[in-house]
């Protein structure tokens, strides 16, 4: 049963602390997408990888984070410092299977930060 | 202190009736529309998507209409379910790089 597995589920952390933040796309996909979900602004964009490569990350606060996919199997999102503000549910979303073309992007089940 | 958040436009439907939501979209490029849904804590559902060439597109009990000259999407379930509660969001794809936006999502509550 493929799907796109987060760590962590939920992490709480004091103002000012590293945090990291993990996605496991599904094998074969070849997008990978970061987004932030909260009250305030809905589901935003924050980054989102075609093949490894970063093709937009305009939605980030630059200053604070980054995302990288260190290999196909791994995509990571890191606040550092982290701020109050940063807390939100991230999700981690993967789509576009070799050989198909959908609209289709498949989530996992979010990392859900509260920052102190 | 005041609360203040996202005010999701609720649609409230008798079990067994249709549903009809609602989305407006802004760019005339995007090649893709999606509908997802998104139950509480969990990450959005993939519901079904329209291209651009086309106005309407059909799936088990949903049908997504588009209308490109007025930039609206919609979402019809037949026959709504209490199962169907959730907040469903519209999307939408841009250019050669796949970019997915969400609108700001509709919560629908289904009573029994």
């Known amino acids: 049963d493929a799907r796109v597995t987060q760590t962590p589920r939920h992490k709480v952390t004091e103002m000012g602390q590293e945090v990291t933040m993990r996605c496991q796309p599904i094998l074969g996909h070849n997008t990978v997408f970061w987004y932030r979900q909260t009250m305030m602004q809905g589901l935003e964009l924050l980054a989102y990888f075609r093949n490894r490569a970063p093709l937009d990350d305009s939605g980030m606060p630059k200053d604070r984070f980054s995302a990288e996919m260190p290999d196909a199997t791994l995509a990571t999102l890191k606040i550092q410092p982290s701020e109050p503000r940063d807390s939100a549910v991230y999700f981690c979303?993967?789509?576009?299977?070799?050989?198909?073309?959908?609209?289709?992007?498949?989530f996992g089940e979010g990392s859900r930060l509260t920052v102190l | 202190g005041e609360s203040v958040g996202l005010h999701l436009p609720t649609l409230s439907v008798q079990e067994g009736d249709n549903s009809i939501i609602n989305c407006a979209y802004s760019n005339s490029a995007s090649d893709y529309f999606i509908w997802y849904k998104q139950e509480s804590g969990k990450g959005p559902q993939f519901i079904i998507d329209i291209r651009s060439n086309m106005d309407k597109r059909q799936g088990q009990r949903v049908t997504v209409l588009l209308n490109k000259t007025v930039k609206h999407l919609s979402l019809q379930i037949a026959a709504t379910q209490p199962g169907d509660s959730a907040v469903y969001f519209c999307?939408?794809?841009?250019?050669?790089?796949?970019?997915?936006?969400f609108g700001i999502g509709t919560k629908l509550q289904v009573i029994p």
């Open positions: 979303a993967s789509g576009s299977p070799a050989g198909g073309d959908t609209g289709e992007l498949f």
């Open positions: 999307a939408e794809r841009t250019g050669g790089y796949q970019k997915v936006t």
